[in-house]
């Protein structure tokens, strides 16, 4: 199939956080993919509708309500991720956020895009009592992913089948969204998913990390916890979301690059 629109709908994974800013916006593992897209295809188009901390729901109910109208058919990769924020929610109501996500798959696939979904990393650098939850949590939840993906006929770009991408030097300070590299990781796995020209080094593994000492690893421990968990913290007790108030950066197809004329 060649595509000739890309059109992607998310969260903070997909608006492309925290890869390198370009005019504003991070860059992200879409836009890359779609750099490569415009190169192969005359006329590419590109829209993405993902904004940070967005769950499930409101990617469903907001989101593609905007997107869909945009869909020209097959031609149209619809890439559609969430979930992540809400599995990672203290209340988490896994009947809802599943129910949900399989309704908003069905929705992009009942408009004639072609599909591409993502499941999310199950075995992380967390430790403990949270990390256990967590990874039974992102398995049930990957095996509904690959599910409703099985009954629509969507594309899966599945995580957990390389598992070095579970490094932690693929994630920003923040230790929760990707940095440059794994935004690029995952750009070139996204591109030899769906048959463009792709870097095969992607799969290598990074080389081994030298061992800090025990006085680094506190400190870093101390900034992370200061700089990003408190604040993720008091977000949820006063019920606010880092994308309150936040558009999408680019909320129509748009020629790409930025700026590419028309015929």
Known sequence: ???????TCGDSFTEGMTDE???????GWADRVADVMAREVPNFTYANFAIRGKLVHQVVEEQLLQALPFVTGADTLF????????????K???HEVLASYSEGVRKVAASGATVLLFT??????????????????????????????????????????????SDRRFLA?????????GHDRVAQ???EKIGLPFSSSWREPLPPAPKSSWFVQSYEYVVWFSTFFLPWIFRRVLGKSSGDGRSAKYAHPIPWPIGAPTN
């Open 79 to 90: 890439v559609f991720h969430a979930g992540a924020n809400d599995v990672l929610r203290p």
């Open 92 to 94: 988490y109501k896994s």
């Open 120 to 165: 999310v990393l199950e075995k992380t650098a967390n430790k403990g009592k949270a990390g256990q939850i967590w990874a039974t949590r992102f398995e049930e939840f990957n095996e509904n992913v690959r599910s409703i993906a099985q009954e629509v006929g969507a594309m899966v770009a599945d995580a957990n089948e390389d598992g070095f991408l």
């Open 173 to 181: 300070k923040d230790r929760l969204h990707l940095n440059a590299i």
């Open 1 to 7: 199939m060649e595509f000739t629109r890309l059109i």
């Open 189 to 191: 796995g996204v591109l």
């Open 21 to 27: 800013m370009v005019n504003g916006n991070y860059r």
